[in-house]
């Protein structure tokens, strides 16, 4: 019987064919049949359309999760975990993916992805491991990333290599249309209250960090601003190009009506960076334009995250008046609301990132 694989596998071949352009995702519109006549994958690594050697290749005592139709599809197997298919899944809950060498395989879409890590949170959380706020954090960074423009490892989503500046696999709008058809699948709670807190066209989990900061409910770590727009170009009025030396400028957030950008600033390993760095601070500048960089070694603790952000609100209060700081101060202050920011960054921070 044919192979289609389910999450967490799902997730490991989505997040490789985005970081790799040999595979191609095809996204198929209705539940493709069933095709009892094709073969089985024969191992693993055929049906992860890896080779051995290749980061998103399953270990020899690895299991393999493997969606089956009916209860029948289910074998005896110790590397392979089964999932009965949903007979109500709704359309765009699968994609085809293909790479040169390889058959095609059938495997859960992106937003099914979302929805089945969503019900292991959720089961974690039901039963005790799991904090429901760090849960949800979880989910929000999944869905950041997969519509944003960076993809984790495939095999050590936490401590390895990113990749960065691809395009979107998904959106918030299609996730959006997706839990609307959506019925009766576990997991679907969890992720209904999650998606309200993604951003589309985030560009690391810096920058997912930094938007969750500023935008999740202070129960959640954050402080509760106006949520921004990321990664889209500024339009220049024609006197503003003539006084900036960059072509474009893609704040990696802003805040239109505050006249706010941030962005993640270099680490001034060699001059070149601190240079553009300057760059960019006098172009924003010249727009009239108030910017704020973020650089990891200044926000990756929690009173350094909490002097950046008073630095936003200090700013945006300017505009909406001292209430808005009196209100946000009072938040940043709160015992209760640091013990939630501390877990944020636990959550969203890599291991052993900071001392």
Known sequence: METRLT??????LIRAARRDPSFMVERLDKTPVWNGDEPARANAHE??????????ALRPDAK????VPHEGGRSRSMLRCFRICEGNLPPASFVRVSRPGFRPIVVESPELCIVRAASDLALRVRQG??????ALIRLVELIDELCGRYARHPTSPRSEQLEY?????????????YLQ????????????QALPHALDNLGSPMEALIEMACCLPPHLGGVGLPRPVSNRPLDFSDHERLLVSHRTLRPDHYWEKYRIALYN????????AGVEDDR????????????????????????????????????????????????????????????????????????????
């Not at 491991?129 to 760090?134: A, I, P, Q, S, T």
């Not at 500046?165 to 249309?177: A, G, K, N």
């Not at 500048?285 to 936003?312: D, H, M, S, W």
């Open 165 to 177: 500046d691809l395009e979107p696999i998904t959106s918030v709008e299609l996730f959006s249309r």
């Open 64 to 67: 393999l999760s493997v969606l």
């Open 265 to 272: 600033g270099d680490s001034h390993d060699g001059e070149k």
């Open 280 to 355: 960019r601070v006098s172009d924003y500048q010249a727009c009239g334009i108030r910017v704020f960089p973020a650089r990891f070694e200044n926000v990756c603790t929690e009173k350094g995250l909490v002097a950046y952000l008073r630095k936003i609100v200090d700013a945006m209060a300017q505009v909406e008046g001292q209430a808005l700081e009196r209100r946000i101060f009072r938040i940043l202050d709160s015992s209760s609301c640091r013990q939630a920011r501390q877990a944020l960054l636990d959550t969203m921070l890599p291991p052993a990132s900071c001392t």
């Open 181 to 192: 058809d959506a019925k009766r699948i576990h997991g679907l709670v969890l992720a209904r």
């Open 47 to 56: 049906a992860m359309l890896a080779r051995p050697d290749e980061p998103h």
């Open 129 to 134: 491991y799991l904090d429901k706020g760090v």
């Open 7 to 12: 999450y967490p596998s799902s997730l490991r």
